[in-house]
């Protein structure tokens, strides 16, 4: 038996109570920002391209990303595009300063002038958002999220917060919440705070079901939204070959153990890895949408194939008691 | 004490066109300013509440602009536009005032250093309107320049329980080093009991890339004099300012220029008497 939902990643819906709706399969624009290693222009703005001819209609980016680079091609793209038409999201806790940054700075090749600074204060939240606003050349956001504050949770709740939830207020922005690689402080963020959605990344894949501990659970209960981001832990499931990086990193051993393991039961049921990965996260009801990287128009033409994919139920089944013996 | 900046503007280009920002010089502020960057620019000046005022004389941009401050905490007060000419002025604040956020409304303003008539402030229609802003219970901000000052006198005498703004201390060439006939024209105004003016926009008067505070002192301190405190207030006009300088920089002029008042004074300067004139209340 096959899943079949062809169009489910088109398909427009609600993130959390906002009113924002987002297109289930959204395209993250880190990797055309220079994610690992440069990305041309023309490379950028035809993957963009792409994924609008695949339907895409949610965007995500953030300032991090090629430090103002993937903003800077997101916003010209989306220039010649009713804005209307699509929901993108960017990020607030780094801002972009003059400085001299080396090639594969923070992992990006991306704009050589600026370097990133941490503030999760009220005052850098404001300049954050006043800043991209102006780099990408659009007159909104209609979400942010706070990026990456790990090591900066006080600041983040005195300061980035309130200063999200008054633009919430006011209507300069339409959903609040915050993207990170970790599930325990977003589930804070959904306990403490009245964010509309998170963005977790890495956490809620076939390699790492972390998010379903108590994460996905209190954001279902709570009605916020979650977008599932990094399905591929940064490339290992959309390739688990010799040179593949987990979490942004050379892969370990036995992570890449696993994934083959993964992609052998894939094979045998005639379905890419990469598809299954693709699709895993929405089968948790709490999943709004996924958000799927991509540095070419090739890339975006494969996710969007892979999303096409039925995938069967027995397939998941074997998948699940895998990935349970693994724990 | 709540640091009141009581002079700001706001635009977008894609909501409305804005002519007046073709002209080159005008190019580095040829794009929207929205709520967003006004939070990035007032929370570090370390202002708390503000006063949004026209730029077209349109009033669906005095609507909206209600409406976002009735969405604002930052926002507290509104001065719009209305067609003073028109024989309908009270039911045109009137339909503002049932709009959203129409409880913002403050003050009405009119662009009259672009009217080519010197004496257009004394015309007996614009007078009846002036008087139709005054029943409503309105403040008029009024934007004139040097040559305008003796009309802006006679309206002043003629509607003697309105309250009169001078914005930007009636544009004084600061740039030129000029002082009269600007000086005795303002201490004229200054010596009626309802007038109030406000310290902003000085920074785009004088040289824009050269000024310094010292050049606006002379302005400044005879403000002092003929006002007083209690009858001044500060402004950014940001983001015109921007020609000149950025909003921390204007506000830290400001005070660099009110070194010679007491805490008390200055206070006043910054937020009471923005506060008092626009019946902002104690936010």
């Known amino acids: 038996m096959t899943s079949a939902a062809p169009e489910w990643s088109t398909e427009r819906v609600p993130l959390g109570r906002s009113g924002v709706t987002v297109s289930r399969l959204g395209l993250g624009t880190a990797p055309l920002a220079g994610l690992f290693s440069a990305v041309a222009e023309e490379e950028a703005a035809a993957a963009l391209e792409a994924a609008w001819a695949a339907g895409i209609r949610y965007f995500d980016t953030a300032p991090h990303y090629g430090a103002g680079l993937a903003e800077r091609r997101l916003g010209a793209f989306l220039a010649s595009r009713p804005r209307a038409e699509c929901t993108v999201s960017t990020k607030v806790g780094r801002l972009l300063v003059p400085g001299e940054a080396a090639p594969g700075d923070e992992g990006f090749h991306g704009e050589r002038g600026l370097v990133r600074v941490r503030d999760y204060s009220a005052d850098g939240v404001y300049r954050s958002l006043a800043e991209s606003l102006e780099r990408s050349g659009l007159d909104s956001f209609d979400v942010v999220l706070i990026h990456d504050p790990d090591d900066h949770w006080e600041d983040a709740v005195t300061g980035a917060y309130p200063a999200l939830e008054r633009l919430r207020a006011e209507g300069a922005v339409r959903a609040i919440g915050a993207g990170m690689n970790q599930a325990a402080m977003l589930t804070r963020f959904v306990a403490e705070t009245d964010v509309d959605c998170v963005l977790v990344a890495g956490r809620y894949s076939l390699l790492d079901r972390g998010a379903a501990d108590e994460l996905l659970p209190l954001c279902e209960k709570r009605q916020v939204g979650v977008l599932v981001g990094g399905v591929f832990n940064s490339g290992i499931l959309a390739d688990p070959t010799a040179h593949a990086t987990y979490d942004y990193a050379p892969a370990p051993d036995d992570v890449r153990r696993r994934a083959l393991a993964l992609a052998e039961r894939c094979a045998a049921h005639g379905v890419p890895l990469v598809a299954a990965a693709l699709r895993f996260p929405l089968r948790h009801p709490a999943v709004t949408g996924v958000v799927v990287g991509a540095r070419n128009a090739r890339e975006v033409a494969d996710n969007a194939a892979h999303a096409a994919t039925g995938i069967p139920e027995a397939l998941w089944a074997e998948l699940d008691a895998l990935e349970e013996r693994a724990q | ?283």
């Not at chain 2, 309105?138 to 003796?150: E, F, K």
């Not at chain 2, 007038?195 to 403000?223: F, I």
């Open chain 2, 1 to 283: 004490m709540t640091r009141i900046d009581a002079h700001h503007h706001l635009w977008s280009l894609s909501a409305r066109p804005q002519g007046w920002l073709d002209e080159p010089a005008l190019e580095p502020i040829r794009r929207d300013f929205g709520p967003v960057d006004l939070r990035a620019a007032t929370e570090r000046a370390g202002v708390d509440a503000t006063v949004l005022v026209q730029v077209l004389p349109d009033v669906d941009e005095t609507a909206e602009f209600l409406a976002v401050a009735g969405e604002s905490d930052l926002i507290a007060g509104v001065v719009g536009w209305v067609d003073l000419t028109a024989p309908d002025v009270a039911e045109q604040l009137d339909r503002l005032r049932r709009g959203p956020g129409g409880d913002r409304l403050r003050g009405v303003r009119h662009l009259v250093q672009s009217e080519p008539d010197p004496d257009w402030l004394v015309r007996p229609d614009v007078l009846a309107g002036l008087r139709a802003v005054r029943d409503a219970g309105l403040v008029y901000d009024v934007l004139t320049r040097p040559h305008q000052l003796s009309a802006a006198l006679q309206a002043v005498r003629a509607v003697p329980d309105l309250v009169f703004v001078v914005d930007h201390l009636s544009k004084p060439d600061i740039a030129g080093r000029v002082l009269q006939p600007w000086a005795t024209g303002l201490a004229a105004l200054a010596a009626e009991p309802n007038v109030a003016a406000k310290v902003s926009g000085l920074v785009t008067e004088a040289d824009w890339t050269r000024w310094t505070a010292a050049d606006l002192r002379p302005y400044v301190d005879l403000a002092l004099e003929e006002f007083g405190p209690d009858r001044l207030m500060v402004g950014s006009d940001w983001p015109v300012c921007l020609l000149a300088a950025d909003y921390e920089r204007v506000f830290a002029t400001a005070a660099e220029l009110l070194d010679g008042c007491s805490a008390a004074e200055r206070d006043q300067v910054f937020g009471g008497t923005a506060a008092r004139v626009y019946g902002l209340g104690d936010r």
